[in-house]
T-cell receptor, first 114, second 112 residues
């Protein structure tokens, strides 16, 4: 079955540590996105990529980094520069002409600073 | 500033009642998306509205889009407990960008 897989489901980060969240899709979608969701709030765009080897900052990119070396994969690194990383992170993908279907979301990674 | 505003933010309703959730947006997008999120879970696509006047229905939920008024509604008919969730609307920042702005969500609780 086609889908989008995020791992791990839960992640704990110590102060000053970098962590990487995985996002893999087998939908053959061109575009991939990372959103952050804080409790009781909507989603905010961190980074997005519309094509391999290219990505753009979203609204809250500071303290995060991404790569897009393969069409299927779009990992997100939360660096020590991100001062308040505790949140629910959602990866999504869409066709380049994504309007007809909207986003497909992964199951999310819940990151907690300990 | 581009905005997507939903109201109400919280909605508690009795089973069997009808209600409408509103989504106002400030972008020039002519497409709007509705998603459902259960507690602790990811987002599930409900409706994709692609043009002015579009209306989609699935079970007890019906969504409509008025691009001139920059307004979408999600109407709930004869609510049941299983509809309890948070509902988000989302729009493109501008047509063809495929970078969505999400509303803050409407948390719906249906009381038995």
């Amino acid at each position: 079955d086609g889908g989008i897989t995020q791992s791990p489901k839960y992640l704990f980060r110590k102060e000053g540590q970098n962590v990487t969240l995985s996002c893999e899709q087998n939908l053959n979608h061109d575009a991939m996105y990372w959103y952050r969701q804080d409790p009781g709030q909507g989603l905010r765009l961190i980074y997005y990529s519309q094509i391999v080897n290219d990505f753009q900052k979203g609204d809250i990119a500071e303290g995060y980094s991404v790569s897009r070396e393969k069409k299927e994969s779009f990992p997100l690194t939360v660096t020590s520069a991100q001062k308040n990383p505790t949140a629910f992170y959602l990866c999504a993908s869409s066709q380049w002409t994504g309007a007809n279907y909207g986003y497909t979301f992964g199951s999310g990674t819940r990151l907690t600073v300990v | 500033e581009l905005k997507v505003e939903q109201n109400p933010l919280f909605l508690s309703m009795q089973e069997g009642k009808n209600y409408t959730i509103y989504c106002n947006y400030s972008t020039t997008s002519d497409r709007l998306y509705w998603y459902r999120q259960d507690p602790g879970k990811s987002l599930e696509s409900l409706f994709v509205l692609l043009s002015n006047g579009a209306v989609k229905q699935e079970g007890r939920l019906m969504a409509s889009l008025d691009t001139k008024a920059r307004l979408s509604t999600l109407h709930i008919t004869a609510a049941v407990h299983d509809l309890s969730a948070t509902y988000f609307c989302a729009v493109d920042r501008a047509s063809g960008t495929y970078k969505y702005i999400f509303g803050t969500g409407t948390r719906l609780k249906v009381l038995a």
